[in-house]
């Protein structure tokens, strides 16, 4: 296998990809979506991905490991693209803070090219979620990812998290 020149530096030129929605869900639902393995099978990746494998260590400095595969797409895609990070910061019902990095099966952290990603991906990404309670029995939840390239992968990512908030609203609401 060729080696692959890995980039490590922050892409700290790319803004952040912020996305707000409001689900017709107790926040307490809606935490437990992005807490509990079953939960999170059922709305994790885009509306083409499925995810056969997540393993979560729900605690400041435990890991998450999954994978996302699809049935068509790309070969990479039918194989399974893993993914893994490390909570950072948690405050119940309000604040999710993890790193998000591609993975091997696992759980290794590789660059983006490993999946045939090119561009300026760090190793390691960071997203914050946060939960407030919203008018009626509605939560208004906030993602933050930073370190997307600029470009295609960040119209991917953006398109890629909101058709996950889709399949999340379906699984809660």
Sequence with gaps: MAKTKVSTKKTAKSKPLVITRIFNAPRELVW??????????????????????????????GKFLYCMKSNSGEKIWQKGIWGTGVYKEIIPMEKIVFSDSFADEKGDIVPAAYYGMQGN????????VTFEKFE???????????????GEHFAGANQGWN?????????IE
């Design 121 to 128: 991906f760090p190793l390691e990404m960071l997203v914050t």
């Design 163 to 171: 058709e996950s908030f889709d399949k999340l609203a379906e699984s």
């Design 32 to 61: 437990k979506a992005w807490t509990e393995v079953e939960r999170m099978k059922k709305w994790w990746g885009p509306r083409i991905f499925a995810v056969p494998s997540c393993k979560i260590d729900f605690r400041v400095g």
């Design 136 to 150: 009626g029995n509605k939560t208004k939840m906030t993602l933050k990812h930073e370190g997307i390239p600029k």
